[in-house]
């Protein structure tokens, strides 16, 4: 698998989910929209044959894998929208996503090495497309994860600027009206 997806946003039992895809296409996961504090036992995600139970608070998402094993991401700063950097523990492996400027992102390991990389550019929130490198050594849950910290961090970007814009337009919208009065 070199890059993974995210398509197919749509509700599946009442619950609005999205689909993780592979390069060829072929669903491996599937994730809710939303992680919701008050519904925790709606929180998991299918990932092949496996339940993952899912938590998300303003900064820190985490998976625990039915094996024990528990994934967890930490961004930097106050929440994943204003992150410029992003820890994340893959069951005592670190990896980093950096943001190297604007909406494009890298993920390290700790000696440095390039695994992977995202971006919010041209449609990049949309998919979420999470490239990685062919020696990069991640096994397939620890791409997953990867891949739910990248579409968590760009969503997060996304609806951080959006709220942005609505304010600016609404503060405009009076200057305007009175400006042609």
Known sequence: MNYTAWCDRRKVKGEAVVHLHDDADAEIAT????????????????????????????????????????????????????????????????????????????????????????????????????EFEPEAGLNHSERVFLSWVTRTALEAKLGSSTLILTVSLLLIIPIVVFALL
Do not use: C, M
Request: glycine share 12%; net charge negative.
């Open 31 to 130: 994730f809710p929209q939303v992680i919701s504090a008050e519904a925790a036992e709606a929180n998991v995600a299918t990932v092949g044959s496996d339940t993952w139970r899912l938590t998300h608070d303003g900064n820190t998402i985490t998976a625990a894998l039915p094996d024990g094993t528990a994934y967890q991401a930490v961004a930097t700063g106050k929440t994943f929208s204003r992150a410029k950097r992003i820890n994340v523990d893959l069951g005592g492996k670190t990896v980093t996503a950096v943001n190297e400027g604007g909406a494009d992102w890298v993920y390290v390991d700790s000696a440095d090495v390039k695994l992977g990389q995202f971006s919010g550019g041209n449609n990049g929130v949309r998919r979420s497309i999470t």
